[in-house]
C-alpha cells in the first residue's frame, strides 16, 4: 500500500500535522503535491489589501447570483471553483505572507457566498450536496452526529471533504472501524464560528474530537497558507469557501483529515529533522516515557532540529553524546520537554481545567512561564500576535521556527536553538543567548541538576 503526504518542514511553515499511525493503517489517503518550483514575488501592502478583497467580493458575488437562480449552496461554490480554476488559492498564495495584519482588524470580509439569509443546517446543506454525497453518507451512519450537525447549540464550522476526497484511497485500501470513522468525522467539525476571514488570521482550530490525550480542550487542526494556497492541516487544500447554513459555516476541502499520532511518532517520522533529538532522546531513556501517553495530560515539545544541534560547538555535542555526558544530555532535554500543559501559537491548555477558562491566547503580547520536566527549572515563552502573524521566543532568545506541531498527545514548536538552562550569578538568573559555550560552563549549569533527574 503506497502513501504519500505532504509535509514539507521549511522556514517558511507555519504548521505541520502528520495523520495518525494506527488510522493510517485501516484508511490510506494519498496526497499530490504541484510542481510549483519558486515562491512567487510578494506584493506590497497595498496590493494585499486589494486583492483580497476583489477575490472574496468576486466569489461572494458570483455564488450570490448563482444561488438566486436556485442553485445549491455548496454545488454553486464548488462550480465556481472549477470555473474559475484556482483563483482564490493562487491569491492566498501570493498574499499570505502579509494579509493577517490586516484582515485581523478588517470587518468586511466577514460573509460571502449567499447574503440571503440560509434556510438549511450545515447538515442539510451536506445531505442535499452532489458533491458531498459520501460525506453525508458517512455522516448518516451516525444518528448522533447528524442530530449535532442539525442542532443550534453552537455556530459549527465544516470543513467538508467533496467525493473526489474519498476517491484518493485505494480500492484495496480495509474500511475503517466505526469507532474510527466516527473519529475521522469529528475532526472535520469546529464547534466554533470560523467563517473564511476567520481562518486567515488562525492558525489553530478546536474540533469536535475529543481525546484524553491532548489536555483539558478539544484536539486542534492547523490551518496553513503556502505553496498550496489556503490548506488545512498542510495537505488538504480549502477549495469553497463561505458556505452558510442557519447553524454555521461550511468549507469545501480535497481531502480528508486524519487525526495526528503522538509527540514522538512525530519525531521518528521526520529523521532529516530530528534525527538527533530522537538519537538524544533514546539515549537517555526518555523516548519511551514521551510516548507512553498515560503519564501526561498533554504537553509542549521545544523541540530543537538537527540544525539547532549543528549550531552547538562540536566539543559541546561530542560530550554531550559520550558515555561521559549521557546524564547531562538527560537534564539537557528534559528541559526542553513540559508536561501537562498544551501550548499552541494562538491557544494555550492548562494543566488542569478552569470553570470558564478561555484557552486563546490574547492578541499582542502573551508570557508564560512553562515547567519543565527539569526540577524548578522552568521556560519563559513570549508569543507576539499580530493577526496571522505569530512570532514565539523562548527566554527571550530561541525563536521558534516552526509552529504548531499538531500531535494527539500536546504539540511540537521547533526551535532555532537548543536550550540551555540559566545559571545563577549573584543571586540573580542568567539566560543564555547564544555567547560562547564550553563543555565546563554546559557542566557548571546541568550539574546541580544531574542528581534530582529522574525517569
Not at 521526520?270 to 523516548?287: D, I, M, Q, V, Y
Not at 491566547?361 to 526540577?375: A, R
Not at 511540537?412 to 565546563?440: A, F, N, Y
Amino acid at each position: 500500500m503506497k502513501i504519500t503526504y505532504i509535509l514539507p518542514l521549511a522556514a517558511l511553515s507555519s504548521a505541520f500535522v502528520l495523520p495518525d499511525e494506527q488510522v493510517i493503517s485501516q484508511i490510506a489517503i494519498e496526497s499530490h503535491r504541484s510542481a510549483d518550483s519558486a515562491f512567487e514575488k510578494l506584493p506590497s501592502k497595498a496590493q494585499v489589501v486589494k486583492e483580497f478583497e476583489n477575490t472574496f467580493d468576486t466569489v461572494g458575488k458570483t455564488v450570490e447570483k448563482t444561488v438566486k437562480c436556485s442553485k445549491h449552496a455548496i454545488d454553486a461554490a464548488i462550480d465556481f471553483a472549477a470555473e474559475t480554476g484556482n483563483d482564490v488559492s493562487k491569491q492566498v498564495q501570493q498574499t499570505g505572507f502579509d494579509a493577517g495584519s490586516w484582515l485581523d482588524s478588517n470587518t468586511n470580509l466577514g460573509h460571502h457566498g449567499s447574503h440571503d439569509k440560509p434556510n438549511q443546517t450545515v447538515y442539510e446543506l451536506i445531505a442535499s450536496s452532489k458533491y458531498t454525497t459520501k460525506l453525508a453518507a458517512a455522516i448518516n451512519e451516525f444518528p448522533d452526529l447528524v442530530t449535532l450537525l442539525n442542532g443550534t447549540l453552537a455556530d459549527y464550522t465544516v470543513f467538508a471533504p467533496v467525493d473526489s476526497a474519498f476517491e484518493k484511497i485505494p480500492e484495496h485500501a480495509p474500511k475503517p472501524s466505526k469507532e474510527t470513522l466516527e473519529k475521522i468525522l469529528l475532526y472535520h467539525v469546529s464547534p466554533e464560528y470560523y467563517p473564511a476571514a476567520k481562518v486567515l488570521v488562525t492558525h489553530t482550530v478546536p474540533t469536535a474530537l475529543t481525546v484524553d490525550t491532548v489536555g483539558i480542550g478539544p484536539q486542534r487542526l492547523s490551518t496553513n497558507i503556502g505553496l498550496k494556497g489556503l490548506t488545512v492541516n498542510y495537505y488538504s487544500r480549502i477549495i469553497a469557501i463561505n458556505i452558510f447554513g442557519t447553524n454555521g459555516v461550511i468549507h469545501g476541502i480535497d481531502s480528508l483529515l486524519v487525526p495526528p499520532p503522538n509527540v514522538a511518532d512525530i519525531i521518528s517520522f521526520l529523521p532529516a529533522e530530528f534525527s538527533t533529538l530522537e538519537l538524544g532522546l533514546t539515549k537517555t531513556g526518555l523516548f519511551a516515557p514521551l510516548n507512553d501517553t498515560s503519564n501526561h495530560y498533554g504537553g509542549t515539545v521545544f523541540a530543537p532540529s538537527n540544525f539547532a544541534f549543528q549550531k552547538l560547538p562540536t566539543k559541546v555535542t561530542a560530550f554531550l553524546f559520550s558515555s561521559y555526558g549521557t546524564e547531562y544530555l538527560k537534564a539537557l532535554l528534559r528541559y526542553h520537554i513540559v508536561a501537562n500543559q498544551t501550548l499552541y501559537s494562538d491557544a494555550y491548555y492548562a494543566a488542569e481545567s478552569v470553570d470558564d477558562a478561555d484557552d486563546k491566547i490574547p492578541k499582542g503580547i502573551f508570557h508564560i512561564d512553562l515547567p519543565t520536566l527539569l526540577e524548578e527549572k522552568s521556560l519563559a515563552v513570549d508569543v507576539a500576535r499580530y493577526g496571522r502573524l505569530i512570532e514565539i521566543k523562548v527566554n527571550a532568545f530561541a525563536r521558534v521556527d516552526i509552529q504548531d506541531g499538531i500531535a494527539a498527545d500536546g504539540v511540537i514548536q521547533v526551535v532555532s536553538d537548543v536550550l540551555i538552562p540559566p545559571k545563577r550569578i549573584d543571586r540573580m538568573v542568567q539566560h543564555w543567548q547564544g555567547e560562547e559555550l564550553t563543555v565546563e560552563d554546559l557542566k557548571e549549569r546541568l550539574e546541580p541538576l544531574i542528581e534530582k533527574v529522574e525517569l
